[in-house]
């Protein structure tokens, strides 16, 4: 199976395809054969559909200098790609330019709106110091960047033309589901005009690359210079814009790419509409997504038994921040927020910075076992450093005993950079081939909680573990690491629980 650690991911969209099985874990001794209930209906044909949708849809040649392409920062990458094994450029055909050192990228994009604005990829027009857009038509016009967001690899252009344009709207990616049938247009290897179908793979799909994405999964056929360019359903409304591709040897599709769900699309377009640039939410803490033992550490209840628990586990709260404000405390776990669940950290951080500053958001949160709602006004990402480091971030954890405790000692102190305040036990050892060392435990980390109990020395901090696991409930540890707080639920059965950030 591909993993997509060992894979490219070339900037432009693309699609998986769907395997149907049912898992052991969810059979009964009276289990049937699944007979699907679908609906009688042909395959569908999109030439009426393709003949409507494509005079929206333009080709994009971009002059990039070529120094700001090979700097591995704002030239070409999208977000979390630098460094990435892919060959360069990712998302589009590069045609050498004799003169000044320039190259020439292609992608695509769409019109949505009538008096000229252009949606497509960031990492398209990123650097360009000149912007033309070809039509369906073969109309060229000279573009003006507009505004672009690198953390959502959105960029808006715009052309001025004679009349009214031709244009696209924007759909509800909220109400997408696998299975369906999309349509992608686009400017793959130049070739203008293309049209590919498939259907949606997959929803949610977090590709550890700083986006604030949840990419659509697809399996169209989808290749370089399709960047920018819409993902449509069989109603004529964008759903996606095609992002990226996974690629084992950085060639072209293998059906699986990405779209940006057009919700995200539609609140980054108004904002560099209206101002040029996007404004964030800010709330002020550290995230980390509940695995399968820190559910069961902490007893979270789960809607379906053969079902894990969901949600974002608040790892440490920035002082005078809004969620410091409003009384958002380490160790609770968010479950929702403003009415959606909360599928992991990322998720969650995906959510909250969608916000506009001045916003109430209301989060479903389990504190000690009893549910309640906390409301924070969401601040400006642009004014956290007023607070210090800490917008909303997802930490990876790996959940997993063989540990050596001490107490903290004015040596240790100096040491590790400890002031008066912190107080707990040292791990001053952790055991090879241990559950402690497999669960990422170090030695030097301070445990200054176990669950709910804050530990004051070792001896404490050793008491509460072996409760825990007298209980047989893995030891949700609170950890004090290079100044930031952190949990570790520990598996007495040293299972690896690694996984539980991927959705």
């Given amino acids: 199976m591909f993993s997509v650690s060992r894979l490219s991911l070339a900037c432009l969209a693309s699609l998986p395809l769907i395997a149907i099985g049912l898992s052991p874990v969810h059979a009964t001794a009276q289990s049937q054969p699944i007979r699907p209930q679908v609906s009688g209906q042909n395959m569908p044909n999109f030439v009426d559909l ?30 979390g790609m630098n460094g990435a094994p892919f060959p360069f450029p990712f998302p589009f055909q590069m045609i050498p330019a ?86 992608a247009v686009g400017n793959p290897y130049g070739l203008g005009g293309t049209v590919t179908s498939g259907i949606v793979s997959a929803l949610g799909r977090e590709l550890n690359t700083d986006a604030y994405n949840d990419f659509i999964q697809v399996d169209a056929p989808i290749n370089r210079g399709n960047s920018g360019g819409p993902l449509i359903t ?5 759903v996606g814009v095609n992002s990226m591709i996974m690629s084992p040897n950085g060639g072209g599709s293998i059906g699986i790419g990405f779209a ?23 709330f002020g803490i550290v995230t980390q997504t509940v695995t399968p033992t820190m559910a069961q550490a902490l007893k979270l209840p789960t809607e379906d038994p053969g079902k894990t628990a969901h949600g974002a586990i608040v790892a440490s709260v920035v002082a005078g921040a809004p969620a410091d404000k409003a009384g958002l405390k380490t160790g609770d776990v968010i479950l929702g927020l403003n009415g959606h669940p909360v599928r992991s950290a990322h998720d969650f951080a995906v959510k909250a910075v969608a916000l506009p500053p001045g916003t109430k958001a209301d989060l479903s949160v389990l ?34 005993i063989g540990i050596s405790l001490a107490a903290i000692t004015p040596r240790t102190r100096q040491e590790l950079g400890l002031d008066e ?50 209980n047989k409930q893995p030891p949700l540890l609170r950890i004090l690491r290079d100044g930031q707080q952190l949990f570790v639920a520990v598996s007495p059965d040293g299972t690896d629980d690694s996984s539980g950030d991927d959705e």
């Fill in 234 to 238: 069989l109603d004529g409304k964008v």
């Fill in 421 to 470: 305040t912190v107080k707990g036990a040292v791990i001053a050892d952790v055991a090879q081939g241990s559950i402690a060392e497999r669960a990422g435990i170090h030695p030097g980390d301070i445990i200054v909680a176990v669950g709910n109990h804050v530990t004051t020395n070792p001896h404490a901090a050793a008491s509460l573990i072996k409760q825990a696991l007298v």
């Fill in 98 to 183: 004799p003169s000044n050192r320039l190259v020439e990228a292609r992608g695509s994009g769409f019109l949505v709106s009538d008096d000229g604005y252009i949606v497509t990829n960031n990492h398209v027009v990123n650097g360009a110091v000149k912007v033309t857009v070809k039509f369906d038509d073969g109309t060229v016009l000279p573009a003006k960047i507009i505004g672009r967001d690198q953390k959502t690899d959105i960029a808006l252009l715009r052309v001025k033309a004679p009349g009214r344009l031709p244009y696209l709207e924007l759909g509800d990616s909220d109400g997408v589901q696998p299975g369906q049938w999309v349509v």
């Fill in 260 to 282: 940006i769900p057009s919700d995200t699309v539609q609140s980054v377009v108004d904002q560099l509409r209206k101002s040029g640039h996007v404004v964030r939410g800010y």
């Fill in 367 to 400: 504190r000690d076992g009893k549910s309640q709602t906390v409301s924070v006004i969401a601040g400006n990402q642009d004014d956290k450093d007023q607070h210090g480091a800490g917008g909303v971030t997802d930490v990876n954890a790996s959940g997993k």
């Fill in 50 to 79: 393709v003949k409507q949708v494509k005079p929206a849809v333009v080709s994009i040649s971009a002059r990039i200098k070529e120094s700001d392409m090979d700097d591995g920062g704002e030239g070409g990458a999208p977000p």
